[in-house]
């Protein structure tokens, strides 16, 4: 007999402005709302971690506040559950690679 989960762990990925997303949550169903999936729990990593991925950090200012997070259902790429969370990426849709945001101030302009 198995034993029942304390608390079971998903990794939702998704499409989001042409980028792809993988978070992680506690809750994944479906919405009320027809054609979306409900994605609630949202779990990111410490804050007061030392070492710092600029990609979680820019989705956890994305996502800061949000309780339930609705997604259509077509943006949905795969939902898995997993046992234990692994880092929050931002994905380029074509190549697969990891997308790291630089952090560029507002109003600067670089040169070539």
Known sequence: MAKPDKEKLFRVAFLNHGKVYELFCTDVCTSALLGFVEVSGLVFGEKDSLVIDPTEEKMLDEFDGVEVLH???HSVLRVEQ???KGQAVIR????GEKVTPFPIQPGSRTRL
């Open 71 to 73: 997604l259509p259902l």
């Open 82 to 84: 997993v046992k234990k």
């Open 92 to 95: 380029d849709r074509e190549s």
